[in-house]
């Protein structure tokens, strides 16, 4: 069973940076090959996908809302995904996700089945 485990939100300012980090655990990454895909979801819209890494081929894709700001990476010698955030904007507070158990890429949530449990990210002065 995949299990993940999101860290690293918190409180912001504006044009502030933060990285999370998604940790697999009870499998390695390398093994299953699998897909992380990012996820945020702010109180009262829908989740809405922000990018995914191909674990096998490192390929990356985003959402247009975040390209350029956001840039997802395996991290080396770790078991971890990580999400590091730039530019942030108040529009991007919200609880960020991490998803597995596909072997592609989506940004759409509906194709993954393995969800952790979320970490708040509030971007605010």
């Known amino acids: 069973q995949v299990q993940l485990v999101e860290s690293g939100g918190g409180l912001v300012q504006p044009g502030g940076s933060l990285r999370l980090s998604c940790e697999a655990r009870?499998?390695?990454?390398?093994?299953?090959?699998?897909?992380i895909g990012w996820f945020r979801q702010a109180p009262g819209k829908e989740r809405e996908g922000l990018g995914c890494?191909?674990?096998?081929?490192?390929?990356?894709s985003y959402a247009d809302s975040v390209k350029g700001r956001f840039t997802i990476s395996r991290d080396n010698g770790k078991n971890t995904v990580s999400l590091q955030m730039n530019s942030l904007k108040p529009e991007d507070t919200a609880v960020y996700y991490c998803a597995g158990d596909r072997p592609w890429c989506s940004l759409e949530s509906g194709a993954f089945g393995s969800w952790g449990q979320g970490t708040q990210v509030t971007v605010s002065s």
């Open positions: 890494i191909t674990i096998r081929d490192g390929q990356t």
């Open positions: 009870g499998f390695s990454l390398d093994t299953y090959g699998i897909a």
